[in-house]
């Protein structure tokens, strides 16, 4: 530390007199502030594969995408950071197409973000700060993920957010050193030469209780406890990650019989045009979508179609204009928004796609219009949950916002509602039950039994009902079995499988395409 003599005579009176140990103890003697390592841990990029989309082509483009990942944290290691981004790039891709999720792409992110973050260009700085906004919470649950997050998050000159991310390590695991010995020089170079300090200090406390019990942190622990419960931080809406509406009636109010050929020609067309862009950006592809979507509202204009009717072109075409991320597009994307109509918001996928839109476009403008269109989002997030109180993504979206505007009462009772839509979950009901209770897509739970080599993997597992096996690497395969759509049974089933000697399978849930945590 480079911390001045006094300074250290000061922290050593804040602590009693048993407390033996110093910054040159053996556990933190040999620690450097802002040290960090690339990690790959490429077995578990699949771990929340969803098993929908497990087809031999998505096995097979995993596998070339974990090559080409593996090789990108080979490059890390010898700092070759620009030729590290182009193999993750390549890895990006291929685990694209595999279609894996955004849980997974996670760990594909980090390292770009930090690759883009030590490359030394200043413009790439602001491309690591994209890479490290992209991230899910599940990431933070891993605490050398975050470790490594921070330091990106401080190179790129945000230190405040690289503060909170280590103060959440330490408060999670008090014996993790490295995190100690970079908050404190974070604060150090930041000039809080107090906060410095009581970091020393909780971190030589720390260190004492660990030599008395005789213990020594190892180099790369597991961190298999369960985290210390804290507030949900939430998640941040994104528009590039939604589930596009695609099949809608235009027609549905006007009086079809009153519309003359001439008309309905026009009308034909901009159908068309709207079919074709939805696809466009269902596959992201959002400059040909805004194309297409653009040229269905204008003939579906000139077919002189009821307002209400145009909702579902106008919507589409405003997600496509936000997710392009273009300030110019931005500005389009109002106009479209504010001509929607209520007419829209009879079912939870437009009414939660647009309060995701109406937040995307409150985040990229200023003042009262912000507010404005804040406001919107808030109140079609509620609404989208009052039609689905199962719908979890929304609660999330709900917590992040407010927990960003610092309105924490808020943020705790929508996350206890949270918590509530949760446990419902876990109540016991049927497919049919599901249906009848306004679910198109039912929620189906899975056992995943673990990842296994080919000398360790037992025989029995191969008897298991609807097994899938999802090749890992040339060495090891994940195996998930089981399909139910009681929770009740899958807990059944996880318990019986445990008795066997499946210790540390788990369930895992999924609804409408995506995977949710057990």
Known sequence: MRLKITKLIVAFLFISFNVNASLDSSITSDLKAYDWSPISKVKKVLQYENTKKLTKRSIDQSKIANQHYEDGVSLMKNKEYNQAIEEFKNAMKRYKRAKVSDNALNYVRTNMALCYAFTGNKQDQAVSKRFLGLLTKKIYNENDWSYNIAIAYNKIGESVEAAKILSSIIRDDKNNFQSYVTLSRIYEDSGNEKESMKVIERMQIAEAKLIEKGKKPKK???????????NYAGEMPNVTKLIIAKK???LQYDKINKIDERSMISIQEGIKEYNTGVDLLANKNYSDAQTKLKNSVKKLSRGKINENGLNFSRANLSIALLASGEKRATGQAKGYLKNLTNKLYKNR???????????DYSSKVKGTQSDEYLKKSIDLFKLSIKQDKLFLPAYSNLIYIYRKNDEQSKANRVEKAYENAREDLMKSF????QKSSGLKDPYIFRVNLGTFTENNTPLDLF?????ISVPIDDNETMFISGLFFNLDKAIEYQKGMKKRGYENCFIVAYKDGESLEF
């Open 430 to 433: 049927s497919k049919q039950e």
């Open 248 to 250: 809608d009636d235009h």
């Open 220 to 230: 790369e622990e597991k961190n298999n406890n369960k985290k210390t419960k804290r």
């Open 463 to 467: 008897d298991e009902s609807n097994l």
């Open 349 to 359: 996928i437009w009414t939660y796609n647009m309060a995701v839109a109406h937040y």
